[in-house]
Structure formats: C-alpha cells, structure tokens
C-alpha cells in the first residue's frame, strides 16, 4: 500500500443526495487543489521564509499521520482496538497548525487530532493504547504541552479557556489553542468559551475543523451562516481558512496565535475541510453522504495539494518520496507491532474506583459480568 493509496479508494454509492456547499470568498487559500501558489497580502508574510527543507517536513508530517492512521484502521478492523477515528483528508488542518506553535504554547485537543499530536512529540502508540483501552492516554500532558484527548464533544474549549486566562494572569507571552470539529461548534461549552474568552480577552485560539458532517448530520443542519462568522457575536475576528491547504492553515495559525501572545485576545479559525473516512470505525458513511461529494473532495487531496507544489517548484526529488514511503511503511509496521505486543484491557478495571469505599451495586454489576465473561469459557476442554 502506498502512502496515497487511502485517498484513492472509492466508498460504495449511497443515495445521498446532499451537495457540498460552495467555498466562499473569504476562503484564505495559498495553494491551489492543483498545487499551484496563491499571493495574499494579508497572510503570505506569514510563510514568506518558509524554506525548501520546511516544506518537504510538511509533506512527510502529512504523509506519515496519514499512513498511521490507516494502520490504526487496519487494526481496529482486526479487532486490536476498540474503536478508531479517523482523520484521513484533515491532515493539512492539523499538520500546517500544529506546526505554527511554539514549544511553550499549550493544546487542548478532542479525539481526532493525532496530526498535532504528531508535532507535538507524542508517540503514536501511546494513541493506540488509549484506543485499545490499556491506558488513558499514556503521554504527560505538561510533557509535551497537549493535553490528553477529551471525549466529551465541546467540554474542552472551557478547559482551554480558563488555562489562557491562567496564561495571561501570570503575565506569560505564550498562547492556548483548542481543538473541536463542527459538530463540537453547537455545544453550550463552545458558547460558554467564546464568552468568557471575549470578556477577559483571552490568549486562545479556537480551531474549527469543519468537515462538514457531524457523524451523519450535515453543517448546514446546525448553522445558517459559515461557522467562522460567529465569532463577530462576541466580539472577536474569525477567520475561514482552507482547510486542505498546509501553507495557509500554517499561515493563518501563525496570525491567530500572535494575536494572542500580543494581548489581543481570542481568535475563531475555521478550517474548511472535509473527512474522507467514517466518523469513527463504527459508523458507515455511505449511508448518508452521496459518492459524488467524497469524489470531488479527492481533487482537493491535501497531501497531492503539496506534492504537486514540491514538484513544480523543484523543492523535492523522487528520491526524496523514495525514502518516505520507506519510512511510511517501516513506521506502519513499528505501530502495528506495539499494539499486538500490549496486553489486552482488564476487563475488570471499569468496576473499580466508582466509589471511594465500595458499593453494593457496584459489587452486584462486577459478579453478574464475572458470570457473563465464564460463560464463554465454560466447558472448554470437556
């Protein structure tokens, strides 16, 4: 398999017969679908120094999150993990802001940013064992200034929003980001965030991945107007940005997060994107969104976005994507073979800790599974 080859594959036909909304105007695009360079005033200072050498590190962050997370697919269809979300055609997103903060800026992710966990140090593996239930995260969150995924769909945009204030209050010059899709943008604790980081100008960015389905609901089911623009109704910029495109996702990072480290408060980014797999393993996209949506995000492929540019411009030979796919599948196997090493999950372990002196109920619950899990074994070897 290679590196590119999860894009290529095509989802059965559903009936869905939803069109994709139209970018609009205000997209922040610097590089086209088709790899092509784009001027803007506004944003183009921010990666005007951006090196060759920078550029094909974006290219191998993309290529080797994407490769991760089709082997963390592979393994949950196996049975290895409980459960997987995805984030094939996000990349850009993640990787082009993940790599626009500083080492002292703090992040606040959901469940689905292993992009940025990638940039931020964290080892794959520590992800999957999250995912296979054998530990609750595995990375120390101060270690490498991300915090442990949140499930809880919006709750950790308030986390984010009191450590900023921390951040201000102790006069520091770093910034907060956090983390949330669509979906998270109509929760009450988005709200709650955008209103206490408006009033005590907060230094955080709230990042939107918009892939445009919340599970099976689409955007347009949740908002009237482009989720950026709601923003304006506490009193700070919001931006949209494209959301395939690592250059402006970088660039427009870069501007949220000074704004922030200069004092003046909190920004809304909505990166306009598209999720090209299922919203976890457990759902079956085909059964609400139409083939013909999934084909025409494919042309806007974030990792063929970079590589056409690379080429043009002459910043990376073949060899150069030689030795990353060699790198792509010696990491594959690296993942693969940690997650079949790991011990199953304690079946047990839920039971424990719900009170702190014990509960008959809780006891009554941990015999009846007890009973249920012999069941399997029962007569064996008779």
């Not at 089709?70 to 997103?93: D, M």
């Not at 005590?200 to 939107?208: E, H, K, T």
């Not at 995000?297 to 411009?313: G, N, Q, T, V």
């Amino acid at each position: 398999m290679t590196v590119e080859s999860t894009a290529a594959r095509k989802p059965r036909r559903s009936a869905g017969t939803r069109k994709s909304p139209s970018t609009k105007p205000e997209l922040v695009q610097l590089l086209t679908p088709e790899g092509k360079r784009v001027k803007n005033a506004e944003y183009d200072k921010y990666v005007a120094d951006i090196t060759p050498e920078e550029l094909r590190g974006l290219y191998r962050d993309m290529v080797l999150t994407r490769r991760f997370d089709a082997e963390a697919t592979s393994l949950q269809r196996q049975g290895e993990l409980g459960l997987w979300a995805s984030l094939l055609g996000q990349e850009a997103a993640q990787i082009g802001s993940g790599r626009a903060l500083r080492d002292d800026d703090y992040v606040f992710p959901t469940y689905r940013e292993h992009g940025v966990a990638w940039c931020r140090g964290v080892d794959p593996t520590n992800l999957l064992g999250m995912f296979r239930g054998v530990n609750n995260g595995g990375w120390d969150p101060n270690g490498n200034n991300f915090h442990l995924y949140t499930i809880v769909i919006g709750s950790q945009t308030l986390h984010a929003t009191g450590y900023a204030m921390g951040v201000a209050k102790d006069g520091a010059d770093s910034a907060v980001i956090a983390y949330f899709g669509d979906g998270a943008s109509s929760q009450g604790d988005v709200a709650e965030s955008f209103t206490f980081s408006a009033v005590y100008n907060a230094p955080v960015v709230f990042f939107c991945q918009n892939n445009q389905w919340a599970i099976s609901e689409p955007t347009e089911r949740q908002t009237r107007v482009p989720l950026y623009q709601r923003a304006q109704g506490f009193g700070f910029p919001g931006v949209r940005v494209d959301g395939n495109d690592v250059l402006a996702s970088l660039a427009v990072t870069k501007w949220a997060l000074e704004r922030a480290r200069g004092g003046e408060g909190p920004t809304l980014v909505e990166a306009y994107t598209y999720r090209m797999g299922a919203h976890t393993t457990s759902d079956d996209p085909s059964k609400y969104r139409a083939d013909e949506e999934r084909e025409a995000w494919e042309a806007k492929d974030p990792i063929l976005r970079l590589r056409r540019y690379l080429e043009a411009s002459n910043h990376a030979e073949e060899g150069f994507f030689a030795e990353l796919e060699t790198e792509s599948e010696a990491l594959g196997r690296r993942v693969r073979e940690a997650v079949r090493a790991m011990p199953d999950p304690d079946r047990f372990a839920l039971f424990e800790h719900a009170y702190a002196d014990g509960h008959a109920l809780v006891d009554e619950e941990r015999a009846e599974f007890a009973a249920y899990q012999a069941s399997f074994t029962d007569g064996e070897g008779a």
